[in-house]
Nanobody, 123 residues
Framework: QVQLVESGGGLVQAGGSLRLSCAASGRTFSSYGMGWFRQAPGKEREFVAAISGGSRYYADSVNGRFTISSDNAKNTVYLQMNSLKPEDTAVYYC??????????????????WGQGTQVTVSS
């Protein structure tokens, strides 16, 4: 079993910053890749960022504002979010994949998911 626990969400004003954390645990855990997705009310869950094999990937909507990073010793992935906009408001989910097949931005390739953490950006 692999468990993912997100933290760090909250309420911020537009232009502010937040850092999300995702702690991973489980005896079978292996790091094929990690991703962040988000889902706003009434909308589909969408790709935000991913890290795999030393490469980082971002959705166009967050590129230049968000940074994904990892701390291997802590089995933790982070999402630094700067210059937040109201349209960034969503529940943010951490996800882990168990293989290298498929596109990094497709939620279908991620097997394990956290419970989500709410990010609200006010105008």
């Amino acid at each position: 079993q692999v468990q993912l626990v997100e933290s760090g969400g909250g309420l911020v004003q537009a232009g502010g910053s937040l850092r999300l954390s995702c702690a991973a645990s489980g005896r079978t855990f292996s790091s094929y890749g990690m991703g962040w997705f988000r889902q706003a009310p009434g909308k589909e869950r969408e790709f935000v960022a991913a890290i795999s094999g030393g490469s980082r990937y971002y959705a166009d909507s967050v590129n230049g504002r968000f940074t994904i990073s990892s701390d291997n010793a802590k089995n933790t992935v982070y999402l630094q979010m700067n210059s937040l906009k109201p349209e960034d408001t969503a529940v943010y989910y951490c996800a882990a994949r168990n293989n290298y097949y498929g596109a990094y931005d497709s939620r279908r390739v991620y097997v394990y998911w956290g419970q989500g953490t709410q990010v609200t950006v006010s105008s």
